[in-house]
């Protein structure tokens, strides 16, 4: 019994740490969403292209921070639904891979327009646990589709009440 209440505590910390994740790139904390990665923690863009056509590789706290900040200047608010998540724990507990679907959701300008962005993310993950707390070894983004329209009616830019 102690593996499995091992195991299913597991599961849903390592489903915590994936909400967390969409909870504070959506606030825009790229620091916090960095910390949830281990010291030489990967994120891998296959969506983005770099020289020779190859997937953008950040390694490090830092150059993940940096990453996101120049990714999302471009969008006004971005809203992340996380979807199913399928994980495989190693026997020892300290390791796991999974998978998570997303549907990231992206409200950005086109000159006088407002638009928006719906991209099915799938994230290919790698999980550690250190020091009592699980992270991304790696976090792999791959995109399923995207569908890009005008936004027809939305509330303010960053996080701004409505008043309706």
Do not use: K, N
């Not at 825009?28 to 969506?47: I, K, P, S, T, Y």
């Amino acid at each position: 019994m102690e593996d499995a209440d091992h195991d299913s505590a597991a599961r849903v910390a390592i489903r915590a740490l994936a909400d967390a994740y969409a909870h504070h790139v959506d606030a825009r904390d790229c620091e916090a969403v960095a910390a949830l990665f281990g010291a030489q923690g990967r994120l891998v863009a296959h969506f983005h292209r770099g020289p020779g056509g190859a997937p953008v590789v950040r390694q490090g706290r830092a150059a993940i921070v940096d990453a996101l900040e120049e990714g999302l200047a471009r969008y006004e608010r971005t809203t992340h639904v996380v979807g199913g998540q399928v994980l495989d724990v190693d026997a020892d507990g300290r390791r796991a891979r999974g998978e998570t679907v997303c549907l990231a959701h992206h409200v950005y300008r086109r000159g006088a327009e407002r638009r928006l962005l719906v991209m099915a993310v799938r994230y290919e993950d790698d999980y550690v646990y250190e020091a009592g707390v699980w992270r991304f070894s790696s976090r792999q983004l791959r995109l399923d589709w995207r569908d890009d329209r005008p936004l027809s009616e939305g509330g303010t830019p960053h996080g701004g009440r409505s008043t309706r």
